[in-house]
């Protein structure tokens, strides 16, 4: 990775978790100037992802605190550098995951920077100039333009849809796909599959959950993992299953429901190791495989898939100061499917006198330490 000479910095008010009990507060913090390869945008929603949770509380033992989340960021450009050519002030634009990567790699030639060894992310990352990366939860974002990319479908959308594609699920045949999880991911899941013509069995443990899977999503069948019975009864029916789940489970009983040579797919993120007993692939010849997000190029087939469904993610929308409401509901799976912050939806009078105070204490503790 190539490191460049920082930029000056500029002060930005957020959100931000500056301990492991995770919670959120105002947060004042520094963001480089725009540079010459930089867009500045001006942030108005950002999705709240489940792995925001995940770094805020350090549940992955890799935070670097205080960490600003969010990387389901969209906006408005307000500036742009001197190299840039294809953004312009006043357009809408968005940012996934990913921060910077080297360009070099054999993974950023080949267009999957994604994958690329030294890949930073939107938050919680290490950019080119050596400066720690803050995320979505904040008023505004100086990003690469070689990096820009609405709000849950730059992470939950695109994580889903390339799966599907991978496995050459888009104009194939009717298949019978296999959902686990209907949260954030696993709805889009489902109407990505839907679009792409597929038969689609939703799989969770909430019978509370197959009403609206079925007759609101469009799912055509649901299964309670739970239930010995039903899953005996749909034992080798499944040509391909998403795993959106981010807790831990094991993936025994679900590689059962495969077909033989059946494909399981991985893009939930549980904090702890599942199991993988081996002879469910063994006797099934079956496939277990891992995917994260997706590439530029494939956020913009992404998107363009959702414009011509007209597949958009079910969300609610928060203000910033119940981000920390919005998490504690999201860990009793009480959301359906994505919160999605509206970062000026609040009057900031009090947040702003608030910030103000706390970046007046910094100078004057810079002052006395000169």
Known sequence: MTKTTPNHTQAVSGWAALDSSGKITPYIFNRRENGVNDVTIKILYCGICHSDLHYAKND?????????????????????????????????????????????????????????????????????????????YSKMLVADYRKPRAAPLLCAGVTVFCPMKDNNLIGSPR??????????????????????????????????????AKTKLGADDFIVSSNAQQMQSRQKTLDFILDTVSAKHSLGPYLELLKVKGTFVIVGAPDKPMGLPAFPLIFGKRTVKGSMIGNIKETQEMLDICGKYNIMCDIEIVTPDRINEAYERIEKNDIKYRFVIDIDGIEFVLVERVLFSELKFHLRKEANRI
Do not use: R
């Open 60 to 136: 992955w033992g890799i935070t670097m605190y205080p960490v600003v989340p969010g990387h389901e960021i969209t906006g408005i450009v307000v500036e742009v550098g001197s190299n840039v050519t294809n953004f312009k002030t006043g357009d809408k634009v968005g940012v996934g995951c990913m921060s910077a990567s080297c360009l070099q790699c054999e993974s950023c030639k080949n267009s999957e920077e994604n994958y690329c060894d030294k890949v930073q992310f939107t938050y919680n990352g290490v950019f080119w100039d050596g400066s720690i990366t803050y995320g979505g």
């Open 175 to 212: 298949k019978n796909i296999g959902v686990i999880g209907l949260g954030g991911l696993g709805h889009l899941g489902i109407k990505f599959a839907k679009a792409f013509g597929h038969h689609v069995t939703v799989i969770s443990t909430s019978l509370s959950k197959e009403k609206e």
